[in-house]
């Protein structure tokens, strides 16, 4: 995605190993997407690109291969905090891990989760809520629900804070669901996805995610709105997608069926693991170029 000039990019910091990464001489800073480059997109019908993203280290990563928008997911409950569901996320973790990923982002639109328990009382808690991880360095927040949730969505765009839906599989409803299964199937559930989806755009969503959506209803949303759709399992017809970085890295033996490998990061992490343990136990590691003199 190609973004119009509005400000430059924050300055860089070659000298830190987690900071954002010098420009190539003589080449122009990466101008920050905003929000507003989202329904540019969709209008030039330029695809979107996110990924999960959650400590410093993956986000310059990611951000510096030209991710459009890194999710700080509530999914750091079950990816890297060993929880079996997203529901145990504490707000408190999410401002850090929110604190981290923006810290080591200069070009990439940082999204974040507010975690279950944070909104649902009502725009009042959601807005404070979002305050937190807004000053956490977030540019937008993403919610779960739909036409339940237009009234908080519009109450924080009055306050001035962005907000992405997540409609279909809704992780924080999985008890409600009955376990991870596809949404919008029949007649009468794709209209109400439907009807969901033209409610959050109408509240003044900026974006909304499709999760484990039909295809054709996916794609009957993303004709119907001026906002862009960010699939993960809606299928091909969406304005974006969206992984899990540790799927989409090939971190674990399993993935999510609507998930693809773009390469094999977890046996590569394994054998180097090993090779620095046998370096160790045989001794050839460290050395002297690895040592100090007095």
Not at 64 to 69: K, L, N, P, R
Not at 207 to 234: F, S
Request: net charge negative; charged share 20%; hydrophobic share 45%.
């Amino acid at each position: 995605m190609t973004c119009a000039p509005d400000s430059p990019a924050g300055p860089s910091d070659a000298a830190s190993p987690y900071g954002p990464a010098a420009p190539a001489p003589g080449a122009r800073p990466a101008r920050p997407v905003r929000v507003h480059h989202l329904t540019r997109a969709k209008e030039r019908g330029d695809r979107l690109t996110m990924l999960t993203a959650y400590d410093a280290v993956t986000a310059r990563i990611l951000d510096e291969a030209g991710t459009d928008m890194l999710l700080v997911g509530d999914s750091i409950g079950n990816v890297m905090l060993g929880h079996d569901t997203t529901l145990p996320v504490e707000l408190d973790e999410m401002v850090v891990a929110t604190r981290s990923v923006a810290r080591a982002t200069t070009r990439a639109l940082v999204v974040a989760d507010l975690p279950f328990g944070t909104y649902e009382a009502g725009p009042a808690q959601a807005l404070a809520s979002a305050v937190r991880l807004m000053k956490a360095g977030a540019n937008a927040v993403k919610l779960e629900g739909g036409r339940p949730r237009a009234r908080t969505v519009r109450a924080l765009g009055e306050a001035g804070i962005p907000v992405v839906g997540h409609l279909g599989f809704t992780p924080q409803s999985v008890n409600r669901l009955g376990g991870f299964r596809v949404q919008g199937r029949g007649e009468e559930a794709a209209e109400a996805l439907v009807a969901d989806a033209v409610a959050l755009a109408e509240a003044g969503a900026v974006a909304i995610v499709l999760e484990m959506v039909p295809e054709p209803v996916a794609a009957r949303i993303t004709e119907l709105l001026a906002i862009p759709t960010i699939g993960i399992g809606a299928g091909a017809r969406c304005d974006g997608q969206v992984l899990v970085w540790t799927d989409m890295a090939g971190m674990t033996d399993w993935a999510p069926r609507f998930a693809r490998r773009f390469g094999r990061v977890g046996p590569a992490l394994r054998q180097a693991a090993q090779a620095y343990g046998d370096a160790v136990r045989e001794g050839s590691f460290p050395t002297s170029e690895h040592s100090f003199d007095s």
